[in-house]
C-alpha cells in the first residue's frame, strides 16, 4: 500500500463522526446544584482574598450596627424626656403676668397684667375647652425649722385641684385635702430635700412638729426622691407643701398679693391634647375681654406638650422657661 495518500482521503480519515442531536444538548442543573456550585465559588472568592473580604463584611456590619445604635439611643431619649417632663405634670399649660405689646381701649402699650383669683372664676364659666384649672400661689425662703435642724425652702400653697395638675406624689401620708384648705389647718407635706434638711438621717413619721415662719406646722406626708432635668421655679424636692388658704394667711409673698386676690399664675389641662390650641384661644379671649388687651398679639415662642413638640404663635414677652405650653402677657 502506497504510503501517499490522496489529499482528499487523509481530510476523511481526520474527521470525526458527527455526534447525535441529543448529545449535543447542554443538560440543564438542579436548583440545587447550582446553589452548591454558587457557594462553591463565593468561598473560593472569599478565601482566595482575605483582607477585602474582611473588610467588606466590617463595614456591612459596622453600618447595620450604627444603624442599630442610633435608633435605640435616639428611642431611649425619647421616652427619657418624656418620663422626666411627667415629673412636672402631663399635658398642662402654664400662664403668668405679663406686660402687654399694643395699645388697646384706649390703654397704652407696656401696661402690666396681674392676674387674680377672679380670672380663674371667668376662665371656668366662659372657656369649655379646658377641663381642670387651678391658681399658683407660692413664697420663696420661707424660714422652716425642727427640733433638729433649719432651712429656708420654697413653700407653694395646693389645693385638690393643682394636685391633679401637678405631679406631685407622695411616699408616706397622706396629702392636703380639700378639708385643709377649707378650714386653713398648719398642715405640711415635705420633700425629699427638706426631709433630709430638717430631720438628717432620722427617721421622719407623720404627725412630727415643724415650725414654717414660727407658725407650728404638722407634717402630714412625705414626698419621695424625684429624678428631674427641668422645672420652672425649682425641684419639687426642696418644696414645702402647705394648703392654699394657709399660705396666704401666715406667710403671703406680698401682703398685696392676699389684699388684692392675685395669683402668681395659673395652670390648666384642656379637654383634649388635641383641643389645646382652642382651649388657649378661649383662656387668652377671656383675658383680654377683663384686663383691656388684644387676644390677637402674638409673639414667637417655643411650646410642646409631653406627646408632641410644635411651634406656636403665643402672645409672650420672653421664651417660655419649660418644655410646656407656656405663655405671658
Known sequence: MSAILEPEIVSTLGRRPALPAARRRHRTMHPGEMFVDLARQTFANLHRNKLRSFLTLFGIAWGIASLVLMSALSDGFRQGQRKNMAQIGDNIVFVFGG??????GGQRAGRR??????????????????????????TYDVPARSAFNSGRFLTLGVNPE?????????????????????EG??????????????????????GERIYL???????IGLMGEKEQNSSYDGWDNDKILVPTSTLLRDMPADRLVYAEDRVN??????????????AQTQVRTALGRVHGFLPRTRARCACSTPSRARRCSIPSSTPARSFWPSYRW
Open 162 to 182: 393643682y394636685l391633679k395638675l401637678r405631679n406631685l406624689p407622695v411616699e408616706k401620708g397622706r396629702s392636703v385635702s380639700e378639708a385643709d384648705v377649707r
Open 113 to 138: 397684667i396681674r392676674l387674680a383669683e377672679r380670672d380663674l372664676d371667668i376662665i371656668r364659666e366662659t372657656c369649655p375647652a379646658v377641663a381642670v384649672l387651678s391658681a399658683e400661689h407660692k
Open 185 to 206: 389647718r398648719r398642715v405640711a407635706v415635705l420633700g425629699a430635700s427638706v426631709r433630709k434638711q430638717l430631720f438628717e438621717k432620722r427617721p421622719v413619721a407623720v
Open 213 to 219: 415662719k414660727n407658725y407650728p406646722f404638722e407634717v
Open 265 to 278: 399664675g395659673f395652670l390648666y389641662r384642656p379637654v383634649d391634647v388635641a383641643r389645646w390650641e382652642e
Open 99 to 104: 406686660v402687654t405689646e399694643e395699645q388697646a
